[in-house]
Structure formats: structure tokens, C-alpha cells
């Protein structure tokens, strides 16, 4: 079965770094391009970066452009993203998903940036 | 980037009634389109992609259409499972842009 699971969420402050991570299983992992996308409460989807399978090229949305950093590691089949100078308008569910279409998703993993 | 709009923003539908829904692109974007089901605290589902390729497991009563500018994503008879939030999605390009959201709700 094909799986994502994202962790490493949580409370911050403005300013602060979180590190997210999502474990991929159920397929071969390198072969595809890897997303982020994260939901503000009570908003709709944001695409927020995304990857290709060999780690060769990366894309950010403006929002996070120079704060943010994709990677991957392929050998643990798992997804990073770096959060750095976080804003209280990062705030939202943090999503992983596969390939440009996003057909599999994880469940999530909730980013707060409060003081 | 890529500009996405949806119609209706939301809609109060009955059981057993069909209902469409459109996305439109701010450019062609070929049939690089996606759509996605959300409901309540859960993460968003894959319906269909390609415009009108059916992802596995998903129920035929969805079915997508359209090409370059102009989508549907149709619900043939709709059901009490189906009320949710839909979004459409285009993945021509990066940034990968999504619509606002379709809410069906029960009339």
C-alpha cells in the first residue's frame, strides 16, 4: 500500500525554524517528484514546493522563496522541508504528496506560529 | 503562474441530483488538471487527473472533461459520502496553482 506520513510539526515563534519530514512506503520512492502543500485554517490549498525524484531540481512558491528548502533522501525514501524565519502566516497543515498530480496524500502535520 | 478559478463557489445540492462544476485556467494548460475531494479534518483525496482519468478506486459516478481552458468535474447522482470540498488543480506549470474550492453542501 502506498503510504505518506509527515511528522515534525509544531508550536514555534515568529522567526523560528521547524523541520518537516514525510516517510514514503508501498512504492519506489526516487522515481517520482515530491510536493508540499499546506492549508491555512479554514482556507484552500497552497502549493508550497516541490522536488524531483533524483533531488536535481527544486521549486518554491513566492511565499516561501528563500526561507523554505526542499530535499530529499532517497535511500530512507523520505521528504524534507526546512522552515526558516517562520511567520505567523506559515501557519497551516503542512501535506506531502506524489508526483504533479497529487494522487496520494498524507494525513498531515499541523505547523503553529504563535508568541 | 497559472490562475485558477472555480464556479460555483458553493452549491446546496440533493441526493440523486447530478452536479457539474467548472475550473477555468487564466491560460491553456493542455490536460494537465487534477481534482481532489476534501471533507472535514482530512486530507485531500485524488479524483481525477489528466482531466478526465479516473483515479483507481474512485467511484464512476465522477467523471472530469475539458481541455486547455475550460474543465468540469461532473457528479452523476450525487450521494451523503459526496458532500465535501472540492478543488481543482493544474500541473502544467510550476507554480502548481489550485482553484479555490467548491463546498457542496446538502440542501
Known amino acids: 500500500e502506498v503510504q505518506l506520513l509527515e511528522s515534525g510539526g509544531g508550536l514555534v515563534q515568529p522567526g523560528e525554524s521547524l523541520r518537516l519530514s514525510c516517510a514514503a512506503s508501498g512504492f519506489t520512492f526516487s522515481t517520482y517528484d515530491m510536493h508540499w502543500v499546506r492549508q491555512a485554517p479554514g482556507k484552500g490549498l497552497e502549493w508550497v514546493s516541490g522536488?524531483?525524484?533524483?533531488?536535481?531540481?527544486?521549486y518554491y512558491a513566492d511565499s516561501v522563496k528563500g526561507r523554505f528548502t526542499v530535499s530529499r533522501d532517497n535511500p530512507k525514501n523520505t521528504l524534507y522541508l526546512q522552515m526558516n524565519s517562520l511567520r505567523a502566516e506559515d501557519a497551516a497543515i503542512y501535506y506531502c504528496a506524489k508526483r504533479g498530480y497529487l494522487d496520494v496524500w498524507g494525513e498531515g502535520t499541523t505547523v503553529t506560529v504563535s508568541s | 503562474d497559472i490562475q485558477m478559478t472555480q464556479s460555483p463557489s458553493s452549491l446546496s445540492a440533493s441526493v440523486g441530483d447530478r452536479v457539474t462544476i467548472t475550473c477555468r485556467a487564466s491560460q491553456g494548460i493542455s490536460n494537465n488538471l487534477a481534482w481532489f475531494q476534501q471533507k472535514p479534518g482530512k486530507a485531500p483525496k485524488s479524483l481525477i487527473y489528466?482531466?478526465?482519468s479516473l483515479q483507481s478506486g474512485v467511484p464512476s459516478k465522477f467523471s472530469g472533461s475539458g481541455s486547455g481552458t475550460d474543465f468540469t468535474l461532473t457528479i452523476s447522482s450525487l450521494q451523503p459520502e459526496d458532500f465535501a470540498t472540492y478543488y481543482c488543480q493544474q500541473y502544467n506549470s510550476y507554480p502548481l496553482t489550485f482553484g479555490p474550492g467548491t463546498r457542496v453542501d446538502i440542501k
Open positions: 522536488i524531483t525524484g533524483s533531488g536535481g531540481s527544486t
Open positions: 489528466a482531466a478526465s
